[in-house]
């Protein structure tokens, strides 16, 4: 099922929309105490855009819409319908399929499309036995328009690929490739696609070309390529071996041809050429190179050999052998050899151990012509090797050519030709030319003089002399390892014309450790010269103070050699409570956290001094148990007040007062100094105290949340200037300074601007919610780093261990937001992280980990805690947009207790079912059924209650929709099985580790239709 994004909320929000119907109308944003959340008008347009369009990565045209397409993540964004398995047992691409057994099927996730464009939809199938003939995968379509459309597969135990194109007409929102194997054999799917129809696959390679040498000219002759959407021209690029630059020409594609040729003229005689052959097609995507090196001969070395002289001398002939002008292949003149006739060129002298192309044009006047032969006398020494001839017996001139090597010593070669063929034979430019040596290694010359120069903890700088060859060279690549591991990493560094010498500064290695690092030249196409080779010694990182305290140091020193081992557990604790969820962590797990943080934050009432001094010494306390602290500081606007609230950080500044802000001697220049010095007051009770601190200011500044965000420039101008006035100003030696914009999201902008440089950044940062551990976000980050320590600053759910230890291993601490630390986690899930090996705590409590009291009951929803929002609500409860029209709402008439109920507005017809579900994270240790209140709309219908575990073992219960009356509805554990789609797991219902809970309405005993059921108090109940 697809799931819509869930807006980031870190702290307590309420959202109040009027009207309840979102189409229009005021939406005020109204932060409690503690609120962490952003401001102003855009917030309204961004929770409009989360409530009606389900977020979607921006992604260039033609890329893949589908997450995780080759299952190389697992079964990731795929429902599973029984137990479709993934494995590395077959592959088509990457190292993992999924194997689909019988009377099992999935679907992809469900994918957002546009109408009018056309989609590619596509996927690889291999069959695991022989037996099958025909099976169909579909193409589900969603919407106000609901139909499917089939790919069909031959049953091949080959992998095999089909495809459709598809353009969404009115109604239709959005698509899904879905299968169910109801064939006799199990079969595996990989690579699936779903892509907008821009032309991004690459025509065939051309085939290897066939060439005519002569002085001046070059012909190739090649079998054409193909394409999916049609082959657009053929592209010959060459150039002498030792020119730098290319001569380029174009050979149209032509209808019905499959043999192209192609004449390259005004070349140079006795030269090496390097050619290479692509096809274009018409979006301009070219296939792999032809590539090789092609010789022109020297000047003709046979005397008379065009015959224009009108005679044959200084050729020997017996029998009738004349010139003639009757059609002749060029010039005015042919050789006529009359029937048991023959004729040879004088000797002619050739060099030792060289080469020689040797070529004419012939052609017979006999309709079946007898035998003739034209042959090569090679004369070395004493001794002669003849080479004969092939020559085509036809009416029409045709060309033969050879390349004849001498051997050791003087040589000489004859051409002589004789005539038995009963007709006429006839002879025209007849050559012997001296062809140049032609490479054997394609490659260029190994880069030279590669050394390094400056090296620290984290990055060498390389240089080396440019690599030279026949194709030129179009890149190097850079490969590195620690000297102990046997797997390299690698990147490309672009060949600069006319550059003799380059340097690189090579970024991401580790500390006091040795490298071995290769540099290759790579030329046009894929020949890759030998590599040049080094060792270096990285050094010991140190903070970007250069005045950093031995503490600072030693804290710097413990994140950096955790990279890539291990990752330190972190918790966050609003600063009226400054042990609260720190405490919490440490009684759910028995372990306390090794990171401790807080934040110097905004006036929320009473006293903001006493509340910021009872934070640091909660710091100190902290620190002096050995626990790292990192601060953050949500600093209020410095034109307002110092009673200022959460609307002064999320209030609005303009460009001008920005500009002031970050121009030292303005009036609100002053005024933000004054903020920053009395915070600094604090920070030095830390250093006299010996506490070093992840200083975390400004995070999130590549969003609109903060007034410090959304401008680049003057951000990193602003970040200079605390770092300059807490470093140098006040002496804060104890600063590891952190960076740490948001996760790049619809409402979250490219981070890299922003980043204020690796002077004044030791550590880099990524604050991420809702589940979104991209893969594509930690990559980034982790390249921007240059190897410095990289963390996730903020997040809500807690990060799966086995990715941080499979895919994302160099983050070294994570920070969970307060109280998200059991909102968004179940208690065995937080127990899990905290007790896995790869975690990194601060000791244990010595009280084991928590065991939950005996309650009655767990509260799934009861519909108050939105404030009234149905766009909160919405966030929660999702559509599943594979089904029919839902609707959910706010309801203050129809309702059980407290101030709202639910409404679902919902319809069934094609497809047959509509539901909801939200996201829980939650455990319902000793509970016995599920209840709610149902107020029913008599349509005897279908009502499905379902839930997910955390494993993806689904388990549903249904009743019938009948009557009218409001009633409470108790459905024991006891009846609920497992739905026939969904056989995975143990086949136990494990109420430790609830990830998703649904209502489904299906049509039932009743009819094709709408309706509307109100629903309130959903709880885990015991019996």
């Known amino acids: 099922m697809r799931k819509t994004l869930t807006l980031k909320m870190p702290d ?32 309204v347009v961004l929770i409009f855009a989360s409530l009606l369009v389900p977020s979607v990565p921006v992604l260039g045209a033609g890329e893949n819409l589908l997450g995780n397409p080759g299952f190389e993540s697992g079964d990731t964004l795929w429902e599973k319908w029984g137990s479709p398995v993934v494995t590395t047992a077959e592959k088509h691409g990457g190292a993992k399929s999924l194997l689909v057994k019988r009377s099992t099927g999935g679907a992809s996730a469900s994918v957002a499309v546009q109408q009018g464009k056309t989609y590619r939809v596509g996927l690889w199938v291999k069959f695991a036995a022989a037996g099958v003939t025909n099976a169909t995968m579909d193409m589900d379509i969603f919407g106000t328009q609901q139909s499917k459309e089939q790919l069909h597969f031959s049953g091949s135990t080959e992998w095999e690929y089909r495809q459709l194109l598809y353009t969404p007409g009115p109604g239709v929102q959005y698509i899904r490739l879905s299968f169910w194997n109801g064939t006799s054999k199990d079969y595996y799917i990989d690579d699936a696609v779903i892509r907008e129809n821009v032309d991004i696959e690459r025509p065939t390679t051309p085939g290897v070309w066939q060439a005519q040498h002569d002085s001046k000219a070059l012909k190739l002759t090649w079998t054409g390529s193909t394409d999916d959407m049609g082959v657009d021209s053929y592209q010959i690029f060459y150039k002498k071996t030792d020119a730098a630059d290319w001569n380029t020409a174009a050979v149209p594609q032509q209808e019905s041809v499959n043999q192209y040729t192609y004449t390259l003229n005004n070349l140079d005689p006795f030269s090496v050429y390097a050619i290479m052959l692509r096809a274009k097609d018409v979006a301009g ?22 015959l224009e002289s009108g005679h044959i001398f200084p050729w020997y002939r017996t029998g009738t052998v004349q010139t003639t002008t009757y059609d002749p292949y060029s ?10 006739s023959t004729v040879k060129t004088p000797l002619l002298p050739a060099n030792s151990n060289a080469s020689y192309l040797v070529s004419f044009w012939s052609k017979f006047n006999a309709v079946l012509p007898g035998p003739f032969t034209v042959t090569l006398d090679v004369y070395q020494g004493f001794s002669v090797k003849s080479y004969p001839f092939y020559t085509n017996a036809t009416a029409a001139w045709s060309r033969s050519e050879q390349q004849i090597q001498t051997g050791n010593g003087l040589a000489g070669l004859q051409l002589r030709g004789a005539n038995w063929s009963g007709g006429d034979m006839y002879l025209d430019q007849v050559f012997i030319g001296k062809m140049p040596v032609i490479p054997t290694n394609l490659s260029p010359t190994a880069p030279a003089g590669f050394k390094a120069g400056t090296i620290d903890g984290v990055s060498a700088e390389l240089e080396w002399a440019a690599s030279t060859g026949p194709f030129g060279v179009r890149e190097y690549k850079l490969l590195y390892k620690k000297a ?3 797997e390299w990493s690698s990147l490309t560094v672009p060949y600069v014309s006319g550059q003799s010498l380059y340097a690189y500064k090579l970024e991401g290695l580790s500390p006091e450790s040795l490298y071995d690092i290769e540099v290759k030249a ?12 080094l060792q270096v010694t990285t050094g010991r990182m140190v903070p970007v103070n250069p005045n950093a305290s031995v503490e600072a140091t030693a804290l710097l020193d413990r994140l950096y050699a955790t990279v890539g081992k291990a990752v330190y557990t972190g918790q966050h604790n609003y600063y009226e409570e400054p042990a609260k969820w720190y405490d919490t962590a440490a009684e759910l ?13 905004y006036y929320i009432g009473g006293d903001i001094g006493e509340l910021r001094q009872s934070m640091i010494d909660e710091a100190v306390l902290q620190g002096k148990a050995g626990t790292m602290v990192t601060l953050t500081y949500h600093q209020t606007r410095p034109m307002d007040p110092a009673t200022s609230g959460w609307e002064s950080v999320t209030g609005d500044v303009t460009e001008a007062q920005m500009t002031e802000i970050v121009t030292p001697g303005t009036a609100l220049y002053n005024q933000w100094a004054a903020q920053v010095d009395e915070i600094a007051g604090y920070l030095e009770q830390l250093q006299d105290e010996g506490i070093p601190v992840l200083w975390r200011p400004y995070h999130e500044m590549n969003a609109e949340f903060f007034w410090w965000g959304a401008r680049p420039e003057l951000f990193r101008q602003l970040w200079h200037n605390m770092y300059d006035r807490l470093t140098n100003l006040h002496g804060l030696n104890n600063l590891i300074w952190v960076w740490s914009p948001n996760a790049e999201s619809s409402w979250a902008y490219d981070s890299t601007p922003y980043y204020p440089g690796h002077d004044v950044v ?48 160099r983050y070294v601490y994570f920070m969970t937001w307060s109280q998200y630390l059991t909102d968004k986690n179940s208690i065995s899930g937080i127990q899990a992280l905290y007790s896995d090996p790869r975690a990194l705590n601060n000791g244990e409590t010595g009280n084991g980990p928590f065991i939950p009291p005996p309650v009655d009951s767990y509260l799934i929803d009861d519909f108050e805690s939105y404030g009234g929002s149905n ?92 009557g009218t009356e409001p009633r409470l509805v108790t459905i024991p554990f006891t009846d609920f099985a497992r739905p026939g789609w969904s056989t995975g797991g143990n086949g136990v219902i494990d109420l430790g580790s609830i990830k998703e809970f649904a209502f489904y309405v299906a049509q039932g005993s009743g009819t094709q239709g709408s309706g509307t059921i109100y629903f309130d108090d959903v709880k885990a109940i015991k019996l």
């Open 762 to 809: 030791d550590v880099l940062a990524m604050d991420i919610y809702n589940n979104d551990y991209r893969d594509t976000y930690y990559n980034k980050l982790l390249k921007l780093s240059g190897g410095r320590p990289i963390a996730i600053g903020e997040n809500g759910e807690l990060p799966d261990m086995q990715m941080l230890r499979e895919k994302q291993s």
């Open 522 to 533: 790579v030329s046009e196409g894929t020949a890759i010269s030998a590599p040049s080779t």
């Open 589 to 601: 797990t028995g372990y306390y956290p090794a990171l401790w943080g807080s934040d110097f934050a």
């Open 12 to 43: 307590d929000i309420i959202v109040v929309i009027s009207p309840a119907n979102v189409s229009g109308g005021l939406i005020k944003v109204v932060p409690r105490m503690r609120g962490k959340w952003f401001h102003g008008w855009l917030a």
């Open 484 to 486: 102990a591991d046997t």
């Open 871 to 962: 766009g909160s609500l919405r966030s929660k409860w999702q559509r599943n947009v594979s089904g029919n029209a839902a609707t959910v709402t706010l309801d203050t008439y129809q309702l059980n207790s407290g101030s709202y109920g639910l409404k679902l507005d919902y319809t069934v017809g094609n497809p047959g079912y509509a539901g909801v579900y939200r996201s829980m994270g939650k455990e319902w240790p000793g509970m016995g059924a599920i209840s709610f209140w149902l107020q029913p709309d008599g349509s005897n219908r279908q009502l499905a209650v379902q839930f997910h575990e955390t494993n993806g073992e689904v388990w549903e219960a249904g009743i019938k929709i009948e």
């Open 285 to 306: 995507n070219t296939s792999d190179a032809v590539m090789g090196l092609e010789a022109t001969p020297g000047f003709n070395q046979v005397p008379n050999g065009g």
């Open 331 to 340: 010039g005015m003149y042919a050789l006529k050899l009359k029937n048991l």
